[in-house]
């Protein structure tokens, strides 16, 4: 049987640390999409002085994500063995010597390392938040408090697509780099003077003799599935981040409102992400929740090739059926981890994640390379988000049968 995680705080103090916590946290998910997003912004004058084609500069975002695949596991490991402070500081100081190398580069090589530096310090942060959360929060406002957290990630993506692409073109692309480094030390200090490791931590036995697979495999299938899950929600929409500005500028649009109907999509998540999380505390219902919100990305977005009209508002609807997801999927990963594996969920959560981010749009670009059509591209992108919807039955049936 799986183990129950720490009891939740009892005393005044613990209970308004949780929200001290729910700050940081929040705070890191913020730095780790600032430093995500730093890139797109400045992308085009970065091609611009290097004369990078069009490959080159994906890859500037793409290699941003390998780090992930390859380290998230052993990252979420070495929290679960080490503690989160130490490994959290190490991610700080990863996303900004990262994020400094990109901005004093002088040559591809140097743009991409320090990419993959970055990369590798802000995938790693989104391992540790979360645990820190599902720590903390045990048992007790899971949901409104992954609700609030997950609204940092499109803050993030808004920021810096509106005022870092305005502070290149007003003070050049290494500027707006430099800056936005700023996010993450500001992070780094909060997390130095403010982390506390949630009450009952220490004594969960952590298994520092298992060998890595052992580990693994004990974590058991049900994450795999949330994990999948988590995946297929990432390859559907960021496929369409990637190839929508393009879609809409064909049919007329200029560049900048392009940019501004993309980002609709995350609007409604700065709203509604924290009223799905307290939805769950109060009626539970995550997997319906999740294949409801799959369901709707589904039949949403296949309408994109043909909604030029209405373009705008059916991206906000799919902003609303888009925010089901988040929230409720990462308080599922507690229902379904140990405590003492808790890190290493979370490092398989990601890992799916980062597969998602890489997989989706090569397979979604292929797709329109073959055929030509944006059709078949959105046909795909609806398809992923389908397959989210079968995940929630396929989980659901697993833990009938435990």
């Not at 129950?4 to 929200?19: D, G, I, V």
């Not at 993309?262 to 997997?287: C, E, H």
Request: proline fraction near 5%; aromatic fraction near 8%; include cysteine.
């Amino acid at each position: 049987m799986r183990e129950s995680l720490p009891a939740p705080a009892t005393n005044a103090t613990e209970a308004k640390r949780r929200w001290v916590i729910l700050g940081v946290a929040s705070l890191s998910c913020l730095a780790f999409a600032i430093t995500m997003q730093s890139v797109p912004p400045i992308l085009s004058l970065v091609m611009a002085e290097f004369q990078l084609n069009y490959a080159q500069g994906g890859l500037l975002m793409s290699l941003f994500a390998l780090p992930g695949i390859a380290i998230s596991i052993p990252a979420g490991m070495l929290a679960d063995r080490y503690g989160q402070k130490t490994i959290g500081i190490i991610s700080f100081a990863l996303m900004i010597v990262g994020t400094a190398i990109f901005a004093s580069g002088s040559s591809l090589p140097v743009l991409v390392l320090g990419r993959v530096v970055a990369g590798a310090g802000a995938l790693t942060m989104l391992v540790l938040a979360p645990q820190l959360l599902a720590q903390w929060f045990a048992g007790r406002e899971m949901g409104i408090a992954m609700g609030v957290v997950n609204t940092a990630l499109p803050l993030g993506t808004i920021l810096s697509l509106n005022f870092l692409s305005l502070l290149a073109e007003n003070m050049g692309w290494r500027a707006s780099a430099w800056i936005s480094t700023a996010v993450p030390l500001i992070a780094l200090l909060v997390f130095i003077f403010l982390f506390a490791p949630a009450p009952g931590t220490s004594q969960i036995t952590r298994p520092k003799g298992e060998s890595f697979f052992k580990s693994i495999r004990l974590t058991g299938i049900s994450i795999w599935i949330v994990g999948i899950a988590w995946l297929l929600f990432n390859a559907a929409v960021i496929s369409m981040f990637t190839f929508t500005p393009e879609f809409l500028q064909g049919a007329g649009l200029t560049i900048a409102s392009a940019g501004f109907v993309t980002s609709a999509l995350m609007w409604p998540s700065i709203a509604l992400s924290p009223v799905v999380g307290y939805v769950i505390d109060r009626i539970d219902r995550k997997r319906a929740i999740i294949a409801i919100g799959g369901l709707g990305l589904a039949v949403f977005i296949v309408m994109i090739p043909t909604a030029t009209s209405w373009i705008l508002a059916l991206m906000v609807i799919i902003g609303v059926a888009q925010v089901l997801i988040p929230a409720p999927i990462f308080a599922l990963i507690t229902e379904v981890t140990s405590p003492k594996r808790m890190g290493l969920g979370f490092g398989i959560f990601n890992t799916c994640l980062n597969l998602g981010v890489v997989a989706g749009p090569v397979a979604v670009g292929a797709v329109k390379d073959v055929t030509g059509s944006y059709q078949a591209s959105y046909a795909l992108m609806a398809g992923f988000a389908f397959l989210i919807l079968l995940a929630m039955v396929a989980l659901r049936l697993r833990q009938k049968h435990i």
